[in-house]
């Protein structure tokens, strides 16, 4: 399938999706905890959308007191953890940010004038520089898949990059403390 822009609210519906199946996670830590004798609350969380830009936010603190946070939308700030950065003349389309307990996971959608292998070569090198391990490495008609994870913790990272009109589009999931 080649690469479309998503935009508008399809955008942010891929975003909601993504994002709720990480609090829905969380939410079954959530559960857990309150099915123990010990744990007193009931989750409590909110959403919102910011009329003029689209921005979508949600919070959820569960029973034990962890809150977990998410925005989405094309005015997140696209900050990686680090080591990641995208390839030189990139344009992120859309950002979105968990956050959990000093964990975090962002997933970026990006177009870049360099060519698909160009964009994965990109990532393989920064991810052998940083000490990470490829844990998927698919290349395929449509586009390629990379997949990989830090020798020595918590930190992993997905890349999906495919052909577009001019050069090539994708989406970057880093994540990094969150087990």
Do not use: W
């Not at 390629?144 to 001019?166: D, K, Y």
């Amino acid at each position: 399938m080649p690469f479309t822009r998503r935009t508008g609210m399809g955008q942010q519906s891929l975003s909601i999706i993504a994002a709720c199946l990480l609090l829905t996670a969380c939410g079954a830590a959530s559960e857990r905890a309150a099915s123990e004798p010990d744990a007193a609350a009931e989750p409590i969380g909110s959403y919102s959308v910011d009329p003029e830009t689209g921005e979508v936010s949600a919070t959820l603190t569960d029973a034990a007191g962890a809150t977990t946070t998410m925005r989405a939308g094309s005015s997140v700030d696209p900050v990686l953890p680090p080591p990641f950065v995208l390839p030189p003349d990139s344009k992120v389309t859309s950002v979105t940010r968990v956050e959990r307990q000093g964990g975090q996971l962002v997933v970026l959608q990006f177009e870049c004038s360099l060519a698909p292998e160009a964009v994965a070569e990109f990532f393989r090198d920064l991810a052998s520089a940083q000490d990470f391990r490829l844990t998927a490495d698919i290349p395929g008609k449509q586009g390629i898949v990379i997949a990989g994870e830090h020798t020595g913790g918590e930190n992993t990272f997905s890349l999906r990059v495919e052909p577009a009109e001019v050069g090539s589009g994708g989406e970057l999931t880093v994540t990094a403390g969150l087990g």
